[in-house]
């Protein structure tokens, strides 16, 4: 009883600091006028659909229920939201309170972890120091899964701590189940939590090593309860990632191919390792990066075994997202609880004492100022964004000397209400599609996707880009009920990856003839920038005609354009002309020659005009870059059949059965028809 009273003061500083967190975010949220954009829509989108298909009507099977839309976010973060639904009805806002729910969790599990490892004051620090990162006080207010893969990462090395080298099964259970959250919240979880397991494999298998050092013996059952840490998020996890795997394979080969999200290439050289170096300074502010910094010499210079965990899993998670090919700013964020532990027991060891007692309250100092700043944009230091940035020998971009503010953000009436309200009135059926074809900062298919939502109509609204690939993807101009355009600026300069809006609205302001005859303009809106907003209507189905003139038209405005010129080839297929398909099909593999789809195109033109060995030849390149392509393996199996090589043809015909249920419908077709 006597240790719980001297407890207390640092327990009630804690629930503090929770509380003072928490409601900041309320009020900072109460303020904000924003709507979802980028993937926060997405994740949005996803809790709202999971939502309505689990309350609504019907049978719901596993199949269903992973289908649900957008596919490349994963379930178990969307669906953190739905008791914030509950509390404050479906909203952006509503969502957001999600992540205050999980700073409160990552505050509490780095107490522990500097509790751990050092005494309660310093996990205190650690946990005061966390929750003042900029980074972490951004994006507790947004709706990304930023704060919840962080917090899970926390939690989970607190539980490996209290596991005692996997004595503990209770902690072990414990673990396996937040592995398996953290894994289902982003794959890459597993880049940080592969060190911190690696080191406690050799804690048991070298007790004399282990920290504390565990009781001699049964290391068995210590094996069997690591396995157990391994096995149950492996078995929940894997299963669901390789049902999506087609769609993983898809993101990350074009991000890699299309420069999307890479912006540094390899790794043993300055620019690939000291890369998500500069974006933790980012994240966490040049003040306590240097104190990061401090923490780190104070520790090497006094080391004690208990620091092994902490530093081995900085160093092999930060080791493991820099060889990750695909690099995001975001991708070490992971990594702040063990900054700011390795910082505040720095800090709890520095001598003398005096000078630890100066630094503690310039600490708070400091993280006030910049809370003031980064939430509430107040404070002594008004400099523009500019005018902190400095730059670093081997860091690619600017750094920040001072956090850039993030305050309440005001909003314009850019007509997304109106416009949707006005789309529910015009609608015929159960469902529409509403293309947006602009991509400015808060006038794109996104905000458009959050009040189409709200609106509880079934409209799905959708960009001239692929959903997360960054490439023209123009055939919704063909298959969208409502059409949004719009005079005047569509795509700011700094979007250079969606200039193909800018290349629709083009389009859009004199459309062909074939075009316009089904089509009609419903309404006109003002919106803040001095242009006006343009809704259109379709009132034919699409038809070849319409198809040909929009094809040309693009190819008009970029005569290069490899997704139009695959659309045309397709459309001389469909007619019968193989011969001027393959002409537009072998424009594209120059133009993407790492893309296996333009291979698949241009066999599939070899094979109606009944050259097999080349269609052959062409579709088995595509299968190289892509060996789970379904539509590939179709595509060789009707090769393979009409060169009479029925053995062959089955083979890839049952591989086709693996895709989509339309695919597999078609290859069973095609096996059954096969002579024996």
């Known amino acids: 009883m006597k240790g719980f009273k001297d407890d207390r003061p640092v327990l009630f500083a804690l629930v503090l600091l929770i509380l003072f967190q928490v409601v900041s975010n309320f009020f900072w949220l109460k303020a904000d006028q924003y709507v979802p954009l980028h993937d926060e829509n997405d994740y949005l989108i996803k809790s709202v659909n999971t939502l309505n298909l689990l309350t609504g009507p019907g049978r719901v099977t596993w199949k269903v229920f992973l289908d649900v839309e957008p596919k490349l976010r994963t379930h178990f973060f969307p669906i953190c939201a739905w008791p914030f639904f509950l509390i404050g009805g479906l909203s952006y806002d509503s969502a957001c309170l999600t992540n205050s729910f999980f700073l409160a969790i990552l505050i509490a599990a780095t107490f522990g972890i500097g509790n751990s490892l050092g005494s309660r004051p310093r996990g205190l620090l650690a946990a005061f120091i966390v929750s003042f990162y900029p980074f972490v006080m951004r994006f507790s207010r947004f709706f990304w899964s930023e704060i919840a893969l962080i917090t899970s990462f926390a939690v989970a090395l607190y539980l490996l701590i209290k596991t005692r080298s996997f004595k503990s099964r209770g902690y072990s259970f414990a673990l396996a189940g937040v592995i398996t959250a953290g894994m289902l919240i982003q794959q890459r979880f597993v880049f940080y939590i592969i060190t911190p397991l690696a080191l406690y494999l050799v804690y048991i298998l070298l007790p004399d090593q282990a920290v504390p050092p565990p009781d001699r013996g049964n290391r068995g059952h210590k094996l069997a309860n690591l396995l157990v840490c391994i096995l149950i998020p492996a078995l929940l996890t894997i299963p669901y990632y390789l049902y999506y795997r087609r769609i993983y394979l898809a993101k990350f080969t074009y991000g890699i191919v299309g420069d999307a999200w890479t912006p540094v290439e390899g790794f043993f050289n300055p620019e690939a390792l000291f890369w998500h170096l500069g974006h933790l300074l980012k994240s966490t502010s040049l003040f306590f990066f240097l104190l990061f910094a401090v923490g780190t010499v104070v520790l090497l210079a006094k080391f004690r075994r208990e620091y092994l965990l902490p530093f081995l899993t900085l160093i092999g998670g930060y080791l493991l997202i820099t060889a990750y090919p695909g690099k995001e700013s975001r991708y070490v964020t992971p990594l702040l609880p063990l900054a700011a532990v390795i910082t505040a027991e720095g800090i ?102 959050y009040f189409c939502l709200l609106s509880g109509a079934r409209i799905e609204s959708v960009g001239v880009g692929t959903r997360g690939l960054f490439n023209y993807n123009f055939e919704n101009l063909l298959r969208a009920d409502f059409i949004v355009t719009k005079t005047g600026q569509a795509v700011p300069e700094s979007h250079i990856r969606y200039e193909f809006a800018e290349k629709t609205v083009t389009l859009l302001e004199n459309p062909p003839p074939a075009f316009r005859k089904n089509h009609r303009e419903i309404d006109r809106y003002p919106l803040p920038d001095g242009s006006e907003a343009i809704l259109i209507a379709r009132t034919n189905p699409v038809d070849d005609p319409e198809k040909m003139a929009i094809l040309e038209e693009v190819l008009r405005i970029e005569s290069d354009h490899p997704w139009a010129l695959r659309a045309l080839g397709e459309l001389y297929l469909q007619e019968g002309r193989p011969e001027e398909a393959l002409e537009v099909f072998r424009r594209i593999i120059p133009l993407l020659p790492d893309w296996p789809g333009g291979y698949l195109s241009t066999g599939r033109a070899y094979v109606e005009l009944d050259r097999t060995g080349e269609a052959i030849e062409m579709i088995r390149r595509a299968l190289e870059m892509a060996p789970e392509f379904d539509f590939a393996h179709y595509s060789l199996g009707t090769a393979y059949e009409r060169a009479g090589r029925f053995e062959e043809a089955r083979k890839h015909y049952i591989e086709a059965t693996k895709g989509s249920e339309e695919r597999a419908r078609k290859a069973r077709e095609r096996l059954e028809m096969l002579p024996d």
């Not at 060891?349 to 700043?373: D, E, Q, T």
């Not at 964004?385 to 081997?394: D, G, I, K, S, V």
């Open 348 to 449: 709890g060891r520095l001598r003398p004492k005096i000078l630890r007692s100066m630094l503690i309250p310039l600490i708070v100092l400091v993280a006030f100022l910049n809370y003031l700043r980064v939430s509430w944009d107040v404070g002594p230091f008004k400099v523009s964004y500019q005018q902190t940035l400095f730059e670093l020998p081997f860091f690619t971009e600017p750094l920040e000397l001072l956090p850039h503010e993030k305050k309440p953000r005001t909003l314009a009436d850019w007509q997304w209400e109106k416009i949707v309200g006005r789309i529910r009135e015009e609608m015929d059926g159960e469902r529409a599609i509403l293309l947006v074809a602009p991509y400015l900062p808060h006038f794109n298919y996104l905000p458009f996707g």
